[in-house]
């Protein structure tokens, strides 16, 4: 019997194939951790009335996921060179699986938000990991297909969590949305087992460098915390000061020990190349834009147009499908025309997406909308897979959990910044708007008004007169256009700096197949000016 099902899995998954399994297995789990990037919002208000949730907690529900996500990316990476990727993802997907389990059942608040930030510490041990399987197990010929896929089905995970968490949310319940993850998780590992070959980085001993993963940690948490709660806490507030003076000090240590340690962490050699430097100011400015500009739709969508969690995530849709496509084509073409004029393209059509819907006004239909979300759809397509081969075929393959947990974090901390600095936009434009809209009311009451459009909050209620209502939606409404003008600068800006840094990248040679094992035969990826 043994032996039958050991043919049976031979002829299943085989040397000529293996690499097709392993990448849907690295797919499933980033489907997992994107999909909770967004599938959550719109549950928020379940969760309050289920569990009796304060304001807090639900802001932590988010926070805590995003922190230590954001925070770890590095180290997982790094622990994943060193101790083996395959290793390290299968922690990373157990550990997110069975908080998930955990989330889905919790009783309280308290509950729910320490096992959401388990759950970003399997994320960390996953993101980078799946980017450098697919790195190690694909040939540099095949290497832009294969992360296009992976681009697009991250890029689909996070345009249709709307949809999914509206739906489980309305006709299921919020605890349906983690109970999806445990048996996703059950076939990445089956999958992972099976198909995927364990590397490492065979040029570095098993050492781990304890003291800069403290000393990043440390820098990193105070940045990502100050960033989330900065509009909560006020921007000047002597706690946000601190963190972000905490952050820098923790930074600053992390490089003195990097330079100094036989074993770094992160290798600084990567960002000598203007290539490697570049994908990551891409990742950083591309989220910038993008989370903000879904985050505030979102809640343009529901607050002011009064669509329901469902019928707003439904209209994310025409981006979804359109990175669908876009998405495995724009890693094809990575392979034969390069990275560059696919990522300028890319965000000059994201910039033209966020113009066009810079102009919504409160009584906007959904037919302005639509060609701003087709654009964002054609752009992050054309944007994330050729940004990714960039970054990774840019590095030695030896460090390419490093260099993906590097890229991965500039895409988080880039979301971060980005809803951090369009929440301060839309509570201080907002708060010049409501002082000049509704003199009468008391500078205190504006205040407060205007600090809660930071997080997309509009007055509601039968104690909330329409005057106040009508005032607060156009303050939004106006404050919300000028941020995404800003969004569209910066897509702009790293459009030209796409041109200015990253250079064509010659096709490494084929990689060699010996006994069907896939064996480093290709030339490091050489650098050559336009």
């Known amino acids: 019997m043994t032996e039958r099902l050991a043919a049976h899995r031979h002829r299943l998954i085989n040397d ?12 499933f789990a980033l489907f997992m951790i994107m999909l909770d990037n967004t599938v959550v919002n719109v549950a928020l208000p379940s969760i309050q009335r289920d569990l009796h949730a304060s304001l807090s907690a639900l802001e932590w529900t988010m926070n805590a996921y995003t922190l230590t996500f954001a925070v770890l990316l590095v180290t997982g990476g790094r622990l994943g060179d060193i ?54 197990t694909f040939p540099a010929e095949e290497r832009g297909m294969a992360i296009g896929t992976w681009a697009g089905v991250s890029a689909l995970a996070l345009a249709i969590g709307p949809v999914v968490g509206g739906f489980l949310t309305e006709d299921v319940s919020w605890r349906a949305i983690f109970f999806i993850n445990p048996p996703i998780a059950v076939a990445a590992v089956a999958v992972t087992l099976f198909a995927t070959r364990e590397s490492r980085d065979e040029t570095v001993g098993r050492s781990v460098d304890i003291a800069g993963i403290a000393a990043l940690t440390v820098g990193l948490t105070a940045i990502v915390l100050g960033l989330v709660q900065a509009n909560s806490w006020h921007w000047g507030s002597p706690r946000i000061v601190g963190l972000f003076a905490l952050g820098i000090v923790g930074l600053v240590a992390f490089i003195q020990i990097e330079l100094r340690v036989r074993a770094p962490m992160l290798d600084f050699s990567f960002f000598r190349s203007r290539t490697s430097a570049g994908a990551n100011i891409v990742a950083f400015l591309v989220t910038f834009a993008m989370f903000s500009q879904f985050f505030f739709m979102t809640l343009y969508m529901q607050n002011v147009l009064h669509y329901s969690p469902l019928q707003t995530g439904l209209r994310f849709l025409p981006s979804t ?112 708007d409501l002082n000049s809209s509704l003199p009468g009311v008391p500078a205190a009451v504006r205040a407060k008004i205007a600090n809660a459009l930071g997080s997309g909050a509009i007055p509601t209620g039968q104690h909330t007169s329409p005057a106040i209502v009508n005032a607060t939606r156009h303050a939004f409404v106006s404050a919300l256009g000028t941020g995404l003008e800003v969004g569209a600068a910066v897509a702009l800006i790293g459009a030209l700096l796409t041109l200015v840094l990253i250079k064509r990248v010659a096709t490494a040679a084929p990689n060699a197949a010996v006994d069907g094992e896939i064996v480093a035969a290709e030339a490091p990826a050489v650098e050559i000016a336009a």
């Not at 000529?16 to 392993?22: A, E, K, Q, Y």
């Not at 510490?121 to 990991?129: L, N, T, Y």
Request: charged share 10%; with cysteine.
């Open 16 to 27: 000529g194939n293996r690499r097709w399994w392993t990448l849907g297995s690295m797919c």
């Open 83 to 136: 101790f083996g990727r395959r290793r390290m993802f299968l922690f990373g997907v157990m550990v997110f699986g069975i908080s998930s389990l955990a989330i889905g059942f919790s009783t309280s608040d308290t509950m729910l938000v320490a096992f959401r930030a388990v759950q970003g510490i399997g994320a960390a041990f996953m993101m980078p990991a799946t980017l450098s399987i697919i790195t190690q």
């Open 321 to 432: 499908l359109v990175i669908i496509v876009m998405g495995p084509l724009a890693g094809r073409l990575t392979d034969r025309v390069g990275a560059r004029p696919l990522i300028a393209a890319g965000l000059a059509l994201v910039a033209a997406a966020l113009g066009i819907q810079s102009t919504l006004t409160v009584h906007s239909g959904y037919g302005l909308l639509l060609p701003g979300f087709v654009l964002m759809g054609l752009g992050m397509g054309l944007v994330m897979s050729p940004m990714s081969t960039a970054a990774m075929n840019a590095v030695d393959r030896s460090k390419a959990g490093a260099a993906s947990g590097v890229l991965s974090m500039s895409r988080m901390v880039g979301g971060s910044v980005g809803l951090a600095i369009m929440g301060a936009l839309v509570a201080t434009i907002g708060r010049s």
